[in-house]
């Protein structure tokens, strides 16, 4: 099996070739289908340490890494702001590099700043795995939204893919938009003008205002919640007429194909983006999203730490 991975931090999907998107999927369904249900743990990353430093709140994400950490035989340990010493001043540089002195082998990093993920894999030596920085980027999201695309669908390539909602606060919206472009897909993205500035058409995109066409084309709806701890300013008059006009109920899903699969990568706030039925539905492919979060989390970790140690990766077999 071929791999292709030229990096020990994952921060942005900017720079990662298709080749490399598609290796952490062949490892996250090795994983997938070597796990299955019974949930066997592995020893590829025997003796490691993972510190996830999650300096904003996080549910899926977080819990995610320490799973895959733990699946693959690492010790996992989990640090939060209120928890640090950066309450004490100590700067995000220093707290980075006491955990490398205190033999950290992977660091996670969740930042309310943009950049923060970037900065940190300059001044330490051990790999950086971005968990989600500021509006700037979620790797990770992105790479288990495809993966579970490519579960429902045979390939990306042509799949029209609509992203609804804070568009211009939304760093899944970021990572996302590159991720599905480079593995072909057209993506859609749609919401009020003032979340949904025109300018993402500079990334490849349709910029859309238009609830009924950008719901009609799609292949698959990705909601986003409204990101009001970004926000200085107020981008619409409020949650209510926010949902009257993009919200996705009963009667505008009947705008999208039969098949077309309804993705969120939460937390969702039911009846703001998304009705409560619609999420619970059969459509929705949401709770596949936060279980294939652990096997492509279980393969970045792998590829960051086999290419900065030089290990060769030993993957479990695939089941027939
Ligand atoms: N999707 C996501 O990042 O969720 P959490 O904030 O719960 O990690």
Redesign the pocket.
């Known amino acids: 099996m071929h791999l292709t991975w030229n990096r020990k931090d994952l921060i942005s999907l900017d720079l990662l070739s298709k080749e490399e998107i598609e290796s952490v999927f062949t490892v996250a369904r090795a994983f997938k289908a070597s796990l299955g249900n019974h949930k066997a743990k592995t020893t590829l990353l025997d003796g490691r340490s993972v510190v996830n430093l999650f300096l904003e709140?996080?549910?899926?994400?977080?819990l995610a890494f320490e799973v895959a950490a733990k699946r693959l035989g690492a010790d996992s340990v989990t640090v939060s702001a209120a928890a640090s010493s950066l309450t004490k001043g100590e700067t995000l540089r220093d707290t980075a590099r006491n955990m490398e002195a205190l033999q950290a082998d992977i660091l996670i990093l969740r930042h309310p700043a943009s950049g923060a993920p970037n900065y940190l894999s300059k001044v330490v030596d051990i790999p950086v795995v971005n968990a989600?920085d500021g509006s700037h980027a979620?790797p990770t999201?992105a790479l288990l939204d495809a993966f579970t695309l490519l579960e429902r669908f045979e390939s990306l390539d042509g799949l029209n893919v609509t992203i609804l909602g804070d568009i211009l606060f939304s760093r899944?919206a970021r990572s996302n938009i590159l991720c599905l472009r480079k593995l072909g897909a057209t993506v859609t993205v749609a919401g009020p003008s003032t979340l949904v500035p025109n300018d993402f058409a500079s990334m490849g995109v349709r910029v859309c205002h238009d609830l009924r066409s950008a719901l009609e084309a799609a292949d698959a709806v990705m909601l986003l919640r409204i990101q009001h701890e970004r926000q200085t300013s107020t981008h619409f008059p409020s949650i209510g007429e926010y949902t009257s006009m993009f919200g996705l109920n009963q009667e505008r899903a009947a705008w999208l194909k039969p098949d077309a699969v309804i993705m969120h990568?939460?937390?969702i706030n039911r009846g703001v983006e998304i009705d409560s039925e619609l999420a619970d539905s059969n459509r929705s492919v949401i709770l596949q999203q936060v279980t294939n979060g652990i096997v492509v989390r279980m393969a970045v970790l792998l590829l960051c730490h086999s290419f900065h140690t030089g290990e060769a990766i030993q993957l479990p077999q695939l089941n027939s």
């Open positions: 709140p996080s549910t899926r994400t977080r989600g979620h999201q899944v990568p939460g937390p």
